[in-house]
Structures are given as structure tokens and as C-alpha cells.
């Protein structure tokens, strides 16, 4: 009778709590503006409190609204997703000023049509919502639109993905980091007192200071070709699949730390990376043929002789452009080629700038040496990569960001003048520019040191392994999290989840262990950007009575509704959602729809308390209603005591 009593209480909760949120209506259009031009229409109708964020976000808040499209290449992009004026204010749930879009969100793409044959353009838009109090995980709207072909067109059968932004977003973050490492090379000893000479050679040389001008200019382009093809060459050899596998493939990113370790032990002096003397000996015998090919043979020779500085810059550029694709180390040449190219031309139109230029001399050698320490800091970032991939556990947390103070620190000694290396020249008084790289360089020194301890380290957290990659994944001494000896011991399939306390990511394998070991489940319905969980995990989790239950007395399922994971292809089916059809593709997209025909409700954070048989114990319980500790601790009382009865 009282289990009776207690099942149907719980009905009555999920019946009263629990709910289905549809916030947002998609309707999509098109608007013919020309023969070969249409304009897509993107209308999102949003119910009262309800917010839709703008394409244009910060990192770490909500998701934004991205459109992705797939379809046959019949068409072009001209321009990017165009968005209505978002507001710009306060949101509570991120605790940041946010761009959101309220009650109504209209976006249009412009398209040029290139197909003499009628097709359809299919993709998806993806998009998060909020309200004052929570929010929904992610969720993909598939579109399709009717394209009549054009006369003239082409008949083009592939198909492409096309993501909106992101790809021009990230080849323009490319192109300025590689125009930042072409002007590092320009500050070697191999390029910098290079500019003085060729551009007094073109101004005495020419007839005409116009002449030396348009020389001068010939000569940056030359570079900019020779570099450029360069880029050209490495994408063609390795094809843009490779360069795309390369960020996860293991013997890449060994290779790439072994190189980068080599580079690094040159700049710093141990030896110099040349080029054959037969290359560089020819390219200047071509320089005497004069014109437009002596101009370019003079700046191939600048190429081969600064190779000993240059090189290990342009290698470490190809190995950061590569995971871009195919144009990710063309767009990274024409970035450093230009910051090279650019001096030349200038100081050739106004040479009187060049008594502005410091002396060559061994502040030189500094910036060489400094290229050198950061050289070898981030070899230990593709050495991690690969530790990451095997699993191997070699080069844990701790480990990684010692040696990254270990050569930060070093190099803040080296700046201060406490290390001399062996081209140096002797340090008579330390610059303003020098010791102020010295203070940044120090500070992000001591910043590391608490990472040892298990600090956060938010600035450089895109470097070392994750927090749960670690020796003491608990922190240093604390081998188990504010005292909290947890009796549920690692098994297959279990993770290192938020405040220390092992969960399992699959349904499936945390209910067969928790058979296997005669303890209750609680689900933990979450998602990577929900913001609540994070709350609920940071200030109700941390508790010690909390987190005792979560780790000893029940087996913890944190499902994330937001996971992109693809399921394999047989795995992949279509439901109903909401009275709406909803393809299952993602591992999200199957824990959302576990949760919403479940329990009725698609809100995060969302726990339920169930035995090892699936039987619910208790109502479920979420962050607006159990928020605190005192709350959550007595729920998960109640549902231990319901099981053991």
C-alpha cells in the first residue's frame, strides 16, 4: 500500500511540475531580388520571456545561433547571415551582458544561384533559449528551400557543408596570429638589418625614386609569392583530409613536438638550422639577370639565407594553420609574408624613416631567444595532445604545468639578465620593453604555480590537459575531496565528474553497475552550457553530507543533453517529439529525448531518483525547487529511504 501511495505521488509531481517547453516557432521564406539572387528568410517567433540569442557571443555564455547549410553546390554565400538590432542587457543565468533577440528574431542570407537545375537547400540552424530562471539545451531546426536553377548555370552534383561564420571567422584569427609571427621573424638577427640594405640598395640603384619605390614593392610581392607558395605546396602534398586529422592524430602531433623541440634548441643557440649553401649560391647568381626576375631571385636568396630564423616561425605556422584545411596554411603564409613584405615597401617610399629603426645589436638575439622559450612551450601542447588521445597518463596536469613554469620562469630570469646564452651579448642595463615583457612573463609564472594544487587557471586553460587528466584529479593532499571516502570504486565507463564524484555518461552501463553493486541511481539530466547545473554542482554538490551520497550511497548519471557526438549510423532513428518528428543524431539529441518522453520535460538541471530496476523513488527534482543544500540533502534522503524500506 505505501509503495502504491509513493507512485502515485510521484505521478502527481511529474503531472504538476514537469512540462514540455516549445518556446520557439521557425518559419522560413525566400525573396527572389534578382535573376541569379535570392534572400533566405530565417523568422523565429518567441513566446513572452523567452529569450534567442544573437550569432554574436562572447565565449563562456549561452550557445549562439548558428546556420549551417547542406546541400549540392549550386549556390554561393555573398556575405554573411545578416541579424535584426538584438538587445544588449543583463542576463541573470550568465551573469553577463548578453545580445538576445525577444518575442520576434529575423535573419537573412543572401544567395547567388549557380545551378542551371532546380534543387533544394537543405541545412539546420542550432539555437538555445532561455527564460529569467533556466535554460533549454541546444536544439537543431532542419530547413529545406526550393531553388529554381539559372540559365547558364552549372551542373554541380557535390555536395558541401557550409558553416555560416566560423570558418571566415577562424581564417581571419589566423591570418593576424600569422601576421603576428611574421612580424616576431622580422625582429631576428637573420631579417631585421636586412631592411637598411635592400632598401638603400633599391633608392641608389634606381634612376627615379619612383623607380626604387615600384622596385621595392616588386620585392615584398616576391616575398609574399614565394611564401605563398609555400603554403600552396604543403596543402597540395597533404591534401586537406590530412590537414584536418591532423590536430587528433597521434604520430602529427609527436612529430610536430619533436620538431617544435628542435626549433626551439635552435633559437635558443644550439645550433642553426641552414639551408644548403648550393641553393642560396644559385638564387644569387640568377639575382644578375636583372628586372622583375633578379627582383624575385633577390628576395627567394632573403628566403634561403634567413632560413635559421625564419624556418622554425614558418614551421610552427604550418602546424598551427593545418588543422584549418586546405587554406588554412595558403591564408597563414600571405599573413606572415605580408608582415615581412610590408617594411620594404614602406621604407623604400620613406626612407628618411629609417634613422627612426634601433640599431642591430643583441636585443636581436633576445627576441630570438624568447621565440625559442615559447617554442618549446608549445611543444609540450601537441606532446599533450598525443598523451590525450593514448590515454597513456604520461604527461598529466601537474606535470604539464610544471614544465610551463619551469620555462616561464626561466625565460623571466633570462629577460632579467640572471641567463646568458650563447650569442648573447653582454647586458649592460635592461630597456622599459624588455622588463615590462619580463613583469608579464613572471606574473603568468606565478600564476601557474596554484594549478600544482588544482587551480582553475582560467587565462591559459586552453593549453594544459583538463582538470580531471590529473594525478590528484581531487587536489594535492586531497586524495579524495574534502574528506570523502567514496566506497564506489572506478569501473568501465565511469568518469571523473564535477566536485570529484565518479559518474557514468551512458544510461545503459550506470544501471548495469548499479545492479551489480545493489545501490540506487540518480540521473542527472545536465548539459555542458547550462548554467544552473554549474550552480547546483558548485554550491549545492560541494557540500560534504551532498557529496557523500553522490559518491557512496547512490550510482550518478550525468546525462548532457547538449553532447554534438554523432551516434553511429545504426544507432540514429527518428521519434516524436512534442507532437513534432525529431531525428535522433547526436548522443544529446538521445538523452534529451530519453528526458522529454520520460519525464515530460526538457529543462535542465533535472534529477530523478530511481532503484536499479528504473523505478522511480521520489518526485524529481530541479534547480528552481531544490536548489539548496539543505533541500537537495533532504530529497536524496527521502529517496534513499524509500529504497531501503
Sequence with gaps: MKRLLVVLFTLMSVVVSAQIFNPVEWEFSQKQLSDTEIELQFKATIEDHWHLYSQHLEADGPVPTEFTFTTTDGFELVG???EGEPLEEFDPNFDMILKYFGNEAIFTQKVKVISATDFKL??????????????????????????????????????????????????????????????????????????????????????????????????????????????????????????????????????????????????????EIQLPASWTNKSVEAEGKGGLIGIFF???????????????????????????GYMGPIIGMLGFSLAIALPFALFAAFPGWLNSLPQSGGWLNSVKVTLGFLEIALAFKFLSNADLVMQTHWLERELFIAIWIMIFGLLTMYLLGFLKFVHDSDLKHISVGRLSVAILTGTLTLYMIPGLWGAPLKIINAFPPPMQYSESPFGVGNSQGGGVVSNVHEEDGQHLGPQGIMVFHDYDEGMSHAKKVGLPVVVDFTGWACVNCRKMEEQVWSDANVKSMLSSDVVLISLHVDEREELPESDKYETTLAGKTKKVKTTGDKWMVLQANTYNTNSQPYYVFLNNDGEQMVEAANYQDYGSVELFSDWLNRGLKEYNK
Design 298 to 324: 633577390m628576395a627567394f636568396t632573403l628566403a634561403l639565407v634567413s632560413f635559421s630564423c625564419t624556418g622554425p616561425i614558418v614551421g610552427t605556422l604550418l602546424v598551427e594553420a593545418a588543422t584549418g
Design 80 to 82: 554573411n547571415m545578416q
Design 122 to 271: 537543405d541545412g539546420n540552424v542550432y539555437f538555445m533559449v532561455c527564460d529569467e530562471a533556466q535554460c533549454l539545451p541546444p536544439e537543431e531546426v532542419e530547413f529545406s528551400f526550393d531553388i529554381k536553377g539559372v540559365d547558364g548555370g552549372e551542373a554541380v552534383p557535390d555536395t558541401k557543408v557550409y558553416s555560416d561564420e566560423k570558418e571566415g571567422k577562424s581564417m581571419w584569427a589566423l591570418f593576424f596570429i600569422a601576421f603576428l609571427s611574421g612580424f616576431a621573424a622580422l625582429l631576428t638577427p637573420c631579417v631585421f638589418p636586412m631592411i637598411p640594405m635592400t632598401v638603400s640598395f633599391f633608392t641608389k640603384q634606381s634612376k627615379t625614386k619612383a623607380k626604387g619605390i615600384a622596385n621595392a614593392i616588386i620585392y615584398g610581392l616576391s616575398i609574399i609569392v614565394i611564401y605563398v607558395a609555400l603554403g600552396v605546396g604543403v596543402s597540395s602534398i597533404f591534401g586537406a583530409d590530412s590537414l584536418n586529422n591532423m590536430a587528433t592524430n597521434v604520430y602529427f602531433n609527436i612529430g610536430f613536438f619533436l620538431l617544435l623541440i628542435i626549433f626551439g634548441a635552435s633559437f635558443l643557440g644550439a645550433f
